[in-house]
Structure formats: C-alpha cells, structure tokens
C-alpha cells in the first residue's frame, strides 16, 4: 500500500486560487492512478479529479471542470490539484486517494488506500 498525505488546504475568498498537494510514500508510486475526492458536511463524499500514472487520462466532476487542474510529478511523488475560481460551494474537506487500476476510478470504493484530508474553506 501506498502512503498519502495532503496539504495546500485554507481559506480563501471566493474567486481565489487555492493548490492542494498529496505526497506519496512507497516506490511504486507512479504505478497508482490518483483521485481527488471531497466531503462536505452534510453531503455525501463526492469526486472531483483523477490522474492515471502517465498524466494522459484525467477525468473531472462537471462541478470542477474548467477550474481545477490534476496533474502529478512522479518524480517527486506527488499528485497537485490546482484551484482557481473558487466558489463557497467548493467549501469541503479534500482527500487524495490511490488505486492501483490503470484507467482512473471516479468511484471511491475503487481506491484503498486514503489520505487525512485537508480543510479548503472559500468565503464568499
């Protein structure tokens, strides 16, 4: 399994730009697809991104599409999400997740190994 850990997450006003981070442990780590999900309080956890180990297949949530951008340093071990036009609904705990499929899962019962999440909070 592969360890994850997310950072980036913090306030901002609507209309900002926020770069969330996952920091992967483990060799095997350009093996994985990665996938961004999110939790808001009182919602379901949703999807929002996903990146297959090469960077060529990156599926969005409709939601996000357009103003988030997945992208991944293999060499660094890392998966980004970049943020830009942040609106108040994008208010949630953000989790980076990691599946070991070939083509990125939108599905979170695909991915089995998670991260602690990260607060991004967008004030209107």
């Known amino acids: 399994h592969v360890q994850l850990v997310e950072s980036g997450g913090g306030l901002v006003q609507a209309v900002g730009s926020l770069r969330l981070s996952c920091a992967a442990s483990?060799?095997?780590?350009?093996?994985?697809?990665i996938g961004w999900f999110r939790h808001a309080p009182g919602k379901e956890r949703e999807f929002v991104a996903a990146?297959?180990?090469?960077?060529?297949?990156?599926p969005y949530a409709d939601s996000v599409k357009g103003r988030f951008t997945i992208s991944r340093d293999n060499a660094k071990n890392t998966v980004y999400l970049q943020m830009n036009s942040l609106k108040p609904e994008d208010t949630a705990v953000y989790y980076c997740?990691?599946?070991?499929?070939?083509?990125?899962?939108?599905?979170?019962?695909?991915?089995?190994?998670w991260g602690q999440g990260t607060q991004v909070t967008v004030s209107s």
């Open positions: 997740a990691a599946t070991q499929r070939g083509i990125p899962s939108m599905r979170s019962a695909d991915f089995g190994s």
């Open positions: 483990g060799r095997t780590f350009s093996s994985y697809s």
């Open positions: 990146i297959n180990w090469s960077g060529s297949n990156t």
